[in-house]
Every structure is written in structure tokens, then in C-alpha cells.
């Protein structure tokens, strides 16, 4: 495989993982006040899932323009 379909390939599986972690935030306000506690915790998560999809998506992006 080449790098660039190795990274979509990463892409792929990080998405899912952002996707969970944006629903587990979600379901996490649909139960609010139960759990409140929990709000920095499942944020960070989904922060970091967000922030490493993007940065791969950028990564992906200047590989393909070369």
C-alpha cells in the first residue's frame, strides 16, 4: 500500500472514532444533570478525536497536491 492509501486508511478508522466520541457527547447532554461530572472528560475525547482526524485530513490533503 502507499502512503497515502495507508493514511486514508487511518482516516477511516479515526472518523469512526471521532463519530463515537461526538455521540457519547451527545447522548452525555441528552442525560444531563445525571453524569455531569463526566462533561471534561467525554469533551477531551472528543476534542482529541477531532483534532487527530483533522490533522491526518490536512496531512492527506498535502500529500495528494504534490
Known amino acids: 500500500m502507499s502512503e497515502i492509501d ?3 486508511a487511518e ?8 463519530m463515537q466520541a461526538k455521540m457519547d457527547l451527545h447522548d452525555l ?3 444531563l444533570p445525571i453524569n455531569w461530572t463526566n462533561i471534561p472528560a ?5 476534542h482529541e478525536a477531532f483534532a487527530e482526524l ?3 485530513r490536512e496531512k492527506l490533503k498535502s ?4
Do not use: H, Y
Request: hydrophobic share 40%; no cysteine; aromatic share 0%.
Open 6 to 8: 495507508d493514511l486514508k
Open 11 to 18: 482516516i477511516k478508522k479515526l472518523s469512526a472514532r471521532a
Open 29 to 31: 447532554s441528552e442525560e
Open 42 to 46: 467525554v469533551a477531551q475525547t472528543a
Open 54 to 56: 483533522e490533522k491526518k
Open 63 to 66: 500529500l495528494e497536491t504534490v
